[in-house]
């Protein structure tokens, strides 16, 4: 798939598993998959790197096929969901790098145009989340608010 400010095509990534069930030679039941998924929940990792590290380290290579419930609909229901979503606290994190670096760097004209697209990013994310009922419908992005909202 293409990206939408670059005429390039994306890097390939990883494929899924073929099949839905849980692989003959995976050793961990429901339960303990469940409580993998807690425990990194609570030493603060998101969603994304719950999923990274069951699957490098603990060899799971998908959590829907073992428990028959997403890694989110789990921390949803042991109350660990935060409380904007992943893709859009990654690109407020990136939005205060960048502007961290323009403060030292108040010429670099390519990283201005940087920040403007990550800018534009997280607008068309909020307004897909408020459409959607994953965010209040009077939610906006303030960047002098943003470090606030990532400590949360």
């Known amino acids: 798939m293409a990206r939408i400010y670059s005429k390039k095509r994306g890097k390939s990534g990883s494929k899924r598993p073929a099949h839905r069930a849980p692989p003959s030679w995976l050793s961990y039941d429901k339960t303990v998959v469940e409580q993998l998924v807690v425990k990194l929940a609570k030493q603060g990792l998101p969603a994304s790197q719950i999923g990274l590290v069951l699957r490098d380290t603990y060899g799971i290579p998908d959590v829907k096929a073992v428990t028959g419930k ?12 935060p409380k904007l979503p992943d893709d859009l ?8 790098v960048i502007m961290k670096h323009l403060v030292t760097n108040k010429k670099d004209v390519p990283s201005l145009r940087g920040l403007q697209l990550t800018e534009s990013k997280i607008g068309r994310l909020a307004r897909h989340y408020k459409e959607t009922g994953k965010l209040p419908s009077d939610w906006s992005y303030d960047r002098t608010k943003a470090r606030l909202l990532i400590e949360q």
């Open 89 to 96: 606290t990654a690109l407020i994190k990136k939005d205060i």
């Open 70 to 81: 997403k890694i989110h609909t789990l921390l949803t229901d042991g109350k660990l969901s």
